[in-house]
């Protein structure tokens, strides 16, 4: 779920066209990578919909590293994001969200987190998506399911995102639309 503060990162440095070719070291990660993904060059917006959609953690550094330079200093940034939108009881280390020393949020810093996630058309749009289409740096396609299982199970489900870590446990940011209103639920 914290792969929803690394998109709001890169659509607020904007320049969602840049391209950006994924390294061995950002596929060093488990357990959800993308199919031969090293060496091959996406842009910005492709590679957050292979972060929000398939949940793809070595897309999540190749952001970081081209954001930031480094997962450190990206998680720097993450944390400053995640004050200005009020979230205080939150430190971020990994654009991947995956465990580290030090990391940690809350369910309410996560809800504060969800609302201005939805609000970014850009990631609102990619989280909801059911599919993905992914050409692999062979240039094999690939359709890819999004991860979150209650967006294929309910017509009212609209997206954000699922996660799970052995410290968090199973977590979900949702959105739902119902009779004109939009719920937002972690």
């Not at 969602?16 to 917006?45: F, H, M, W």
């Amino acid at each position: 779920t914290q792969k929803l503060v690394t998109a709001m990162v890169i659509t607020r440095a904007g320049n969602l066209d840049k391209e950006v070719t994924i390294t061995a070291q950002d596929a060093a990660c488990s357990p959800t990578k993308l199919p031969n993904s090293v060496g091959g060059t996406y842009t910005r917006r492709e590679l957050l919909e292979a972060l929000l959609v398939y949940s793809a953690n070595d897309a999540a550094r190749a952001l970081a590293r081209d954001n930031a330079g480094s997962e450190a200093a990206f998680g720097v940034k993450m944390t400053q994001l995640a004050r200005q939108l009020g979230a205080t009881r939150s430190v971020f280390k990994t654009s991947s969200g995956l465990s580290a020393a030090g990391q940690y949020s809350t369910a309410r810093d996560m809800a504060k987190i969800a609302r201005a996630a939805y609000r970014d058309r850009v990631v609102r749009d990619i989280a909801g998506m059911k599919f993905l289409s992914w050409r692999d740096a062979k240039g094999r396609m690939h359709n890819l399911r999004n991860s979150n299982r209650v967006l294929h199970r309910h017509a009212n489900a609209s997206g954000l995102k699922i996660g799970y870590t052995g410290a968090a446990g199973h977590c979900l940011v949702l959105s739902w639309d119902e009779a004109g209103n939009t719920v937002l639920t972690v």
